[in-house]
């Protein structure tokens, strides 16, 4: 059920379209910190799958190894 006036509903439209098209937050996307890559991005360390494996094998990632066994 709708409240308010006709008015009102269109004031709150108007002040919508006004906003950048970028404004909404269903439109962020986790990037890479580094390369902006938009896919395989881990959320623990801000990183794409690639860039987080490269980092790993050079050392630069404290206390992450590559398992072996």
Known sequence: MR???PQEHADAARALARQPR???ATRVRNR???DDR???HLTMFGLSRVRFREMAHRGELP?????SW
Request: hydrophobic share 25%.
């Open 38 to 40: 938009p896919r395989g």
């Open 32 to 34: 890479d910190s580094v």
């Open 63 to 67: 206390g992450i190894t590559k398992a």
């Open 22 to 24: 970028d404004a909404s």
């Open 3 to 5: 409240t308010g006036t």
